[in-house]
């Protein structure tokens, strides 16, 4: 019991300095750099400062908003090493393999939207309708949110004892724990990958819809009820991108 509570006092504590960096970062004179519009304007011709800074600022956000969703896995993987010398270094590889494939995505999800600025660079059309470009992101997302595909994922991480159970062979311990942490976080990737998304509408760091998206993933994921509430999100976000196109296309005025 004395174990449990220090392995989630530490990760509250992590979880925690996350936030309280991210707040802090985003009321700095350096704030703007958060969102990823900005990101190109640092340190002109060089594109190792914009790299650097739009990594930290990822990995600070998934820290703080996707590690919270995965501690019932990492609380059911704790105690199958109680008993080994390196615990605390397989329960790391855990972590470091869920938080890399985030960062994976993150560095793709971060190449796609620089090729989408190009593209709407190259437009005038689009340059004088970036509105279309936020209505199709809360479109997409809202219609993933009914998909198989999304409930086949959620499914998945919303059972992490058998999740364990299917992964954790207890044979080459360090391979295999990173390897629990990288399906895990593909799992993970896949029913909240959409979601995430709107991050870049709204900006990487933008610490009120970290707090709300964060909210919604870790309920879908990790409470009794958490499935009920993939529909209604859903709805909300169907919405809010079918409102925008009303108003733009029908109601121009």
């Given at each position: 019991?004395?174990?449990?509570?220090?392995?989630?006092?530490?990760m509250a504590l992590l979880i925690g300095l996350a936030w309280c960096a991210l707040w802090?970062?985003?009321?700095?004179?350096?704030?703007?750099?958060?969102?990823?519009?900005?990101?190109?304007?640092?340190?002109?011709?060089?594109?190792?400062?914009?790299?650097?800074?739009?990594?930290?600022?990822?990995?600070?956000?998934?820290?703080?908003?996707?590690?919270?969703?995965?501690?019932?896995?990492?609380?059911?993987?704790?105690?199958?090493?109680?008993?080994?010398?390196?615990?605390?270094?397989?329960?790391?590889?855990?972590?470091?393999?869920?938080?890399?494939?985030?960062?994976?995505?993150?560095?793709?999800?971060?190449?796609?939207?620089?090729?989408?600025?190009?593209?709407?660079?190259?437009?005038?059309?689009?340059?004088?309708?970036?509105?279309?470009?936020?209505?199709?992101?809360?479109?997409?997302?809202?219609?993933?949110?009914?998909?198989?595909?999304?409930?086949?994922?959620?499914?998945?991480?919303?059972?992490?004892?058998?999740?364990?159970?299917?992964?954790?062979?207890?044979?080459?311990?360090?391979?295999?724990?990173?390897?629990?942490?990288?399906?895990?976080?593909?799992?993970?990737?896949?029913?909240?990958?959409?979601?995430?998304?709107?991050?870049?509408?709204?900006?990487?760091?933008?610490?009120?819809?970290?707090?709300?998206?964060?909210?919604?993933?870790?309920?879908?994921?990790?409470?009794?009820?958490?499935?009920?509430?993939?529909?209604?999100?859903?709805?909300?976000?169907?919405?809010?991108?079918?409102?925008i196109l009303l108003n733009r296309l029908v109601l121009p005025g």
């Amino acid at each position: 019991m004395a174990d449990r509570r220090a392995f989630l006092g530490l990760m509250a504590l992590l979880i925690g300095l996350a936030w309280c960096a991210l707040w802090i970062w985003d009321r700095s004179p350096y704030g703007r750099y958060l969102g990823h519009g900005q990101l190109g304007d640092i340190g002109a011709g060089s594109l190792l400062l914009p790299i650097i800074l739009y990594l930290a600022g990822w990995t600070l956000m998934t820290v703080a908003m996707m590690l919270p969703t995965a501690l019932p896995l990492l609380d059911i993987f704790r105690p199958l090493t109680t008993q080994r010398r390196d615990r605390s270094q397989l329960l790391a590889l855990v972590i470091a393999g869920y938080l890399g494939v985030w960062l994976g995505f993150g560095i793709f999800a971060h190449g796609a939207d620089w090729l989408l600025h190009e593209i709407v660079e190259r437009s005038s059309w689009l340059e004088a309708n970036a509105w279309v470009i936020g209505a199709a992101t809360l479109l997409l997302a809202g219609a993933f949110q009914f998909s198989r595909f999304k409930y086949r994922c959620l499914d998945k991480c919303r059972a992490p004892l058998s999740f364990v159970t299917e992964y954790w062979r207890g044979r080459h311990e360090r391979r295999n724990a990173f390897l629990l942490g990288i399906r895990h976080g593909l799992f993970c990737v896949g029913c909240c990958w959409a979601l995430m998304l709107l991050m870049f509408a709204v900006g990487v760091g933008n610490v009120a819809w970290m707090l709300v998206l964060g909210a919604v993933m870790a309920a879908e994921k990790n409470l009794p009820w958490g499935r009920k509430l993939s529909a209604p999100m859903g709805l909300a976000l169907l919405r809010w991108g079918g409102m925008i196109l009303l108003n733009r296309l029908v109601l121009p005025g």
